[in-house]
């Protein structure tokens, strides 16, 4: 399975913008990049997905870079509602279709 | 919105007991998914389905098994429930191909005494 390697916490303020990380240098050509949000006592919501470009929708951004080694997940004004573990998560074409989830970053939004 | 409804939000069962997690989605999903969400080993794959009446092993696959016997429904089931399965137990569905989300359940929080 392609790997995803993100930072375990970030802190960022309320009304300001947050860069989530990640990356995946084994990522193939075929593989999409996802990510879930996780609130507490609540299962995982999609947030966002792309293959090579940049891709924009309600909740978010996802910039991804070149190379597809590594992206990042935009909250473009964090609220105390974005409070959650975030998961970047490839998706494989090939094989099967499952998703591998990993220990994501769990952010934290201060007032 | 696409729904994806778990039968029980919580539930307390004895050892060796037969458990049955259901797991409903409204929106013609061909795949459906069983993880388990644990401290520390985060969420892991018990099963899958592709279609009805298939299903596949995931990474944890021990101590349970699945029935599809229709699109919309997938059913988790613990033989013979141990401590060790005390856990949450999250639902998933999603289109065939990699360019669609995945809908998760609110979850299933068991507890074996």
């Known amino acids: 399975d392609a790997k995803t390697t993100q930072p375990n916490s970030m802190e960022s303020n309320e009304e300001e913008p947050v860069h989530l990380p990640c990356n995946h240098s084994t990522i193939s050509g075929t593989d999409y990049i996802h990510w879930y949000r996780q609130l507490p006592s609540q299962g995982p919501e999609y947030v966002i997905h792309?293959?090579?470009s940049n891709v924009n929708n309600r909740m978010a951004s996802l910039a991804i870079a070149e190379d597809r080694k590594s992206s990042t997940l935009i909250l473009h004004r964090a609220t105390l509602r974005d409070a959650a573990v975030y998961y970047c998560?490839?998706?494989?074409?090939?094989?099967?279709?499952?998703?591998?989830f990993g220990q994501g970053t769990r952010l934290t939004i201060n007032p | 919105d696409v729904k994806v409804t778990q039968s029980s939000r919580y539930l307390v069962k004895r050892t060796g007991e037969k458990v049955f997690l259901e797991c409903v989605q409204d929106?013609?999903?061909?795949?459906m998914f069983w993880y388990r969400q644990d401290p520390g080993l985060g969420l892991r794959l018990i099963y899958f389905?592709?279609?009805?009446?298939?299903?596949e092993k995931g990474d944890i696959p021990e101590g349970y098994s699945v029935s599809r016997e229709k699109k919309e429904r997938f059913s988790l089931i613990l033989e013979s429930a141990s401590t060790n399965q005390t856990s949450m137990y999250l639902c998933?569905?999603?289109?065939?191909?990699?360019?669609?989300?995945?809908?998760f359940g609110s979850g299933t929080r068991l507890t074996v005494v």
């Open positions: 998933a569905s999603t289109l065939s191909g990699p360019n669609y989300g995945y809908t």
């Open positions: 389905s592709y279609d009805v009446k298939m299903k």
């Open positions: 792309g293959l090579t």
């Open positions: 998560i490839l998706s494989w074409k090939e094989g099967a279709q499952k998703l591998v």
């Open positions: 929106m013609d999903h061909e795949n």
